[in-house]
């Protein structure tokens, strides 16, 4: 679970920067339409959801997504204390069960940074910190 809990915390955090750096650069009016659009990208494009014994991924991300569109643009940033949430109620678990393989990845080193840097690279920017 903290593999694939690690890779995508960096990109969910990304997605967070590129938003704040796409709202930055337009005009109060453009921003709240890119937010519209934003919101109702989520609540079209998510499809049924897959019951989370067959799709754990799915569902989590669909349930998330309903969850998300249907608070608006400011619920997008509580991403991860939601999924995290619908992971505890969807597996039966305890939060702590739960929660400790997740300090465990986070506590384990930077996460995604050379995934950053790859980024950063290809679209022709170097990496803003030395690679580990």
Do not use: C, H
């Not at 709240?32 to 569902?59: I, M, N, T």
């Not at 991860?80 to 949430?85: A, K, L, P, Q």
């Not at 995934?115 to 990496?127: F, H």
């Amino acid at each position: 679970m903290s593999v694939p809990v690690s890779s995508t915390a960096t990109a969910l955090g990304l997605l967070d920067a590129i938003a704040d750096e796409v709202l930055a650069s337009r005009s109060t009016s453009a921003a709240a339409r890119w937010k519209a659009d934003v919101v109702k990208g989520l609540a079209d494009g998510g499809g049924e959801v897959p019951p989370f014994s067959s799709d754990p991924a799915g569902y989590l991300a669909r349930t998330w997504e309903r969850g998300a569109a249907g608070g608006g643009y400011p619920a997008l940033r509580g991403q991860t204390r939601d999924m995290v949430g619908i992971l505890v109620k969807a597996s039966g678990r305890t939060a702590e069960s739960v929660a400790q393989p997740l300090r465990e990845a986070v506590a384990s080193g930077p996460v995604g940074q050379d995934w950053l840097d790859e980024a950063l690279i290809n679209t022709g920017s170097a990496p803003r910190s030395p690679r580990t």
